[in-house]
């Protein structure tokens, strides 16, 4: 366990610096950036929308929130549907994957949240490999750990 509670411990770590060095570079690039930045974008990358540069400030908001959401759903196990019978014999293996799960997806989401920002800021339409790239992990990463969780009941 003390592996994983490090291993996770770094992941939030991580984040964390994420969130901060989006913020960071928002304030040392601001005078540089468009006053118009891609608002929206469609499956193919393609700016759908056009906003003010001032809603660039609501995408790392929604990624600190979610960050701060998850990292609370984290400290409960109790409450989270594992999707196989909790027993006390396998409580400690069961919650142990969950957790890597859902600290996986968290820095999954943040980095894409990140990445976001800052093509944003560029004024530049998402790259056609954007979506799969952050899809991609966050499916292997489900699946990956609902079979480790199937086998470890």
């Known amino acids: 366990m003390i592996g994983n509670k490090i291993i996770c411990m770094i992941i939030n770590i991580v984040c964390v610096v994420m969130l901060l060095g989006i913020a960071i570079y928002l304030i040392v690039?601001?005078?540089?950036?468009p006053d118009q930045i891609p608002g929206h974008f469609d499956a193919s990358g393609q700016v759908t929308r056009w906003d003010?540069?001032?809603?660039?400030i609501i995408v790392p908001i929604i990624a600190a929130v979610l960050?701060?959401?998850?990292?609370?759903l984290e400290r409960f196990p109790?409450?989270?549907?594992?999707?196989?019978?909790v027993t006390e014999e396998n409580k400690f293996r069961v919650y142990k994957i969950l957790k890597g799960l859902?600290?996986?997806?968290?820095?999954?989401?943040?980095?894409?949240?990140?990445?976001?920002?800052?093509i944003?800021?560029?004024?530049?339409?998402l790259p056609i490999w954007f979506l799969p790239v952050f899809i991609a992990p966050i499916l292997l990463t489900i699946v990956f750990?609902?079979?480790?969780?199937?086998r470890a009941r």
């Open 29 to 33: 690039a601001w005078n540089n950036i």
């Open 52 to 56: 003010s540069k001032i809603s660039l």
């Open 67 to 72: 960050f701060a959401g998850i990292s609370i």
């Open 78 to 85: 109790q409450i989270w549907n594992t999707g196989v019978r």
């Open 102 to 118: 859902i600290t996986s997806i968290k820095f999954l989401i943040v980095a894409a949240f990140a990445a976001i920002t800052v």
């Open 120 to 125: 944003q800021s560029l004024a530049q339409q």
């Open 145 to 150: 750990h609902i079979i480790w969780l199937v």
